[in-house]
């Protein structure tokens, strides 16, 4: 993404926090799906968790990059 996060507002920037932090939820239930046991018990719950997650962190991402103006030259 062409975000540079200091240049975003205040809103834009927790915006973007939140993705980050969706993304990073969902990466780390990928890596760590055989240290959970719930992984095991409800697979179809852990994947619409997965999925959730992940379809937050695009959608908050774009979001967050369509409020700052996307990759538009700032002159």
Do not use: E, V
Not at 8 to 36: H, Q, V
């Amino acid at each position: 993404m062409c975000l540079s996060y200091r240049q975003l507002d205040a809103k834009s920037r927790r915006i973007y926090a939140a993705g980050n932090l969706c993304l990073f939820s969902c990466i780390a239930l990928t890596i760590f799906r055989g240290g959970f046991g719930f992984a095991h018990r409800h697979p179809d719950l852990y994947f619409g968790l997965q999925f959730l997650l992940i379809c937050s962190a695009i959608g908050l991402l774009r979001w967050s990059a369509r409020r700052s103006g996307g990759c538009g030259s700032h002159s």
